[in-house]
Structures are given as C-alpha cells and as structure tokens.
C-alpha cells in the first residue's frame, strides 16, 4: 500500500512538471510578437536588426531634423550624441514631441531609415523615458534636470 501511494505521488509530481513546462512554453510562444527589445541609435548603427523585427528606438530628436511631407508624414532624426537614425512616421505626433526632448519610437529599420508606427514623447519639462536616460547614461552625456 506505502508503494503505491509513493508511485501515485511521483506520477502526479511528474504530470504538474510537464503541464507546468508546456503552459510556459505556450506563455512564450503567445507573446512572442508582444516584445519588443529597445535600441539606441549607436547600438542600431553597430548591430542592424533585419527588417522583419519591430523594435524600440529612442533617443533625442535632433535640432532642426523634423522635416514635415504630405499629409501627416513627418522626417526627423534621433540621436544619443554618439549616432544619428532618420526616422519618418506616418501619423499624428503627441502634443509635446519637439527638438532637442526625448522620445521613443516602436517600428523597423528599413534600408537604414526607422519606420515608426507608433511615436511616444516625454510628458512634463524633466521627464525622459528610461531607456533614452540609460542609453545616454552608457555615453556618457546624460545631464541630471536642473531641479
């Protein structure tokens, strides 16, 4: 009786570790198209992604980069002082996307130009998304906001 009560606790160990394996390999797979990695502009002129993956671009919008075309295309470039990415995007830009403020971009590179498809800015005079600061950081420019 004490042998089988051992054999039926192992099978049900066994069972709950493949149910626990496949449930993550599931989690995995489904978000696959969810993650998106972040890149600065140096770590994008050093390394290309291919033109199928989606990823993060930020940086700082360059002085006198943002060029507007037809309709609501926009050209601008990103910088981290160390490299420069042209960027166009289609669409509305937020209210406090600017010159010289920290943005990032979710898209793909496309014969060296970032197509974003979607734009965020920073919101308020001191913020910057944490990524850019950390990138700026690694380069060493990062300047802290007068407080």
């Not at 972040?38 to 992604?49: H, I, K, L, M, N």
């Not at 166009?88 to 793909?108: A, H, I, K, N």
Request: proline content about 5%; aromatic content about 6%; hydrophobic content about 40%.
């Amino acid at each position: 009786m004490k042998g089988l009560k051992k054999q039926r606790r192992i099978q049900i160990i066994a069972l709950a570790a493949v149910a626990l394996t496949v449930s993550t390999a599931l989690v995995g797979y489904a978000m696959r198209d969810g993650i998106n990695f972040f890149r600065s502009p140096a770590q994008v002129v050093e390394a290309p992604p291919p033109a199928t993956e989606v990823f993060r671009l930020g940086g700082l919008v360059e002085e006198g980069s943002i060029i507007r075309g037809q309709g609501e295309t926009v050209s601008f470039r990103v910088t981290d002082t160390a490299a420069t990415i042209p960027v166009t995007y289609t669409g509305v830009l937020p209210d406090l996307f600017s010159e010289g403020q920290g943005m990032v971009g979710t898209g793909r590179l496309v014969d060296g130009v970032f197509v974003a498809t979607e734009i965020l800015a920073k919101h308020d005079e001191t913020y910057m998304p944490k990524e850019v600061m950390d990138a700026l950081k690694e380069q060493g420019v990062y300047q802290a906001p007068e407080s």
